[in-house]
C-alpha cells in the first residue's frame, strides 16, 4: 500500500479555519481516518470515512466544527477545521485501511487501532 500524504497545516489565529489534505494512491480501495497527538497525550480519533460523506464518524466535541470529505477522483481526503480553539493544536495524521468483513452492514469505527498506512503527520497551531 502507499503511504498517505499529509497538507495543509500551519499557524491559525482562534476562530480561523484550515483545510487539511491527503493523498494516497488508489483512494477508493481505502476507508480513511484522521487522528491527532499533541504534546504529551496519545494520540486521538478526530473523524473517519468509510466510502461516502453519509458514512462518517466524528469525536464529539468536533463534529460542530469539523467535516471530512474524500474525493476518490482525485485521491484526496479532506478535513475542513472551522472555528479552531488553542486545543486544537497538535500533529495531524492520515490513516487508511482496508475494508474488513466488520464493515459489512456495522457503524464505522475510528480507532486508530485498526489502521494500517500511516502519514507523517502536518502540524495544526493555534494561537490564541
Known amino acids: 500500500a502507499q503511504q498517505p500524504v499529509e497538507s495543509g497545516g500551519g499557524l491559525v489565529q482562534a476562530g480561523g479555519s484550515l483545510t487539511l489534505a491527503c493523498t494516497i494512491s488508489d483512494l477508493q480501495d481505502y476507508i480513511m481516518g484522521w487522528f491527532r497527538q499533541a504534546p504529551g497525550k496519545e494520540r486521538e480519533a478526530v473523524s473517519c470515512i468509510r466510502w461516502s460523506e453519509t458514512d462518517t464518524y466524528y469525536a464529539d466535541s468536533l463534529q460542530d466544527r469539523f467535516n471530512v470529505s474524500r474525493d476518490d477522483a482525485k485521491n484526496t481526503l479532506y478535513l475542513q477545521m472551522n472555528d479552531l480553539k488553542p486545543e486544537d493544536t497538535a500533529m495531524y495524521y492520515c490513516?487508511?485501511?482496508?475494508?474488513?468483513?466488520?464493515?459489512?452492514?456495522?457503524?464505522?469505527?475510528?480507532?486508530?487501532?485498526?489502521?494500517?498506512?500511516w502519514g507523517q503527520g502536518t502540524q495544526v497551531s493555534v494561537s490564541s
Open positions: 490513516a487508511a485501511r482496508y475494508a474488513s468483513e466488520y464493515d459489512r452492514g456495522n457503524p464505522l469505527l475510528c480507532e486508530r487501532e485498526r489502521y494500517d498506512f
